[in-house]
């Protein structure tokens, strides 16, 4: 016992407080390494982060106020899902959003914030030629939450960033297979509220929004790595 307890503590991740777990598990999610359905025990959790299980606790809780986990009784943790027609409905709720976004902000947008989201998108492309999926996909939704914190309306900004997380939990095709990769679309976007036009900038975030909807499917099959541990290894 004692030997296996310290062969777990030599596996440990150094990360020892409840922000740095909750980010490494919120990303985990965001990425899609956790598919919908996987389940969160507190015990293995605890063991990998080398904390004690009432800090998972506390982290499970903070996800599943993101809506990100759900908790059942008798049952414990597991990773979020959405049915087909949720998800949706989260897009088309995000489609309005981010048109008022797009609106403010074209009106606000300063030269530090312009570069900020243009460093976002140069990340996007290295992980894309690195064809480092999960990577690409949490700073697709990044470029999306980052252009709501500039808004100057923080109730959109609020609403935006508490949706678009969720869109990970969807059954979507095996993201290797999704056409994210084709076209710079968040650079269209960017181009056009750098120019000042506001509904080239709308109209080019539809178009990309519509893009990523019609990679929804309600059960795709998701290739995972036999245990949850396995899976945070696995980067």
Not at 25 to 39: G, S, V
Request: proline share 4%; glycine share 2%; charged share 25%.
């Amino acid at each position: 016992m004692q030997s296996a307890q310290r062969t777990a503590a030599t596996h440990a991740k150094p990360k020892n407080t409840e922000e740095d777990i909750y980010t490494d598990l919120y990303n985990a999610i965001l990425e899609r390494r956790l598919p919908p359905e996987t389940k969160l025990g507190e015990q293995p959790l605890a063991e990998y982060y080398g904390v004690s299980r009432t800090i998972i606790r506390q982290v499970l809780s903070r996800l599943a106020h993101d809506c990100l986990v759900k908790l059942e009784p008798n049952r414990g943790a597991f990773v979020a899902s959405l049915s087909l027609e949720a998800a949706r409905q989260i897009y088309a709720a995000w489609r309005l959003l981010e048109a008022a976004i797009i609106r403010d902000v074209a009106q606000s947008m300063t030269k530090k914030q312009l570069a900020t989201l243009k460093k976002l998108i140069t990340e996007e492309r290295e992980a894309c030629d690195q064809k480092d999926m999960p990577r690409l996909t949490r700073l697709s939704a990044q470029f999306h939450m980052k252009l709501a914190d500039f808004c100057r309306n923080p109730y959109l900004s609020k609403f935006l960033k508490e949706l678009v997380p969720q869109t990970s939990l969807a059954f979507f095709y095996e993201v290797k297979n999704m056409p994210i990769c084709t076209k710079d679309e968040h650079s269209e976007i960017l181009n056009f509220i750098a120019a000042g036009d506001v509904e080239g900038a709308v109209a080019a975030a539809m178009r990309h929004l519509d893009g990523i909807e019609a990679g929804l499917n309600a059960r795709a099959a998701l290739t995972r790595p036999q245990s949850l541990i396995e899976i945070l290894k696995a980067r």
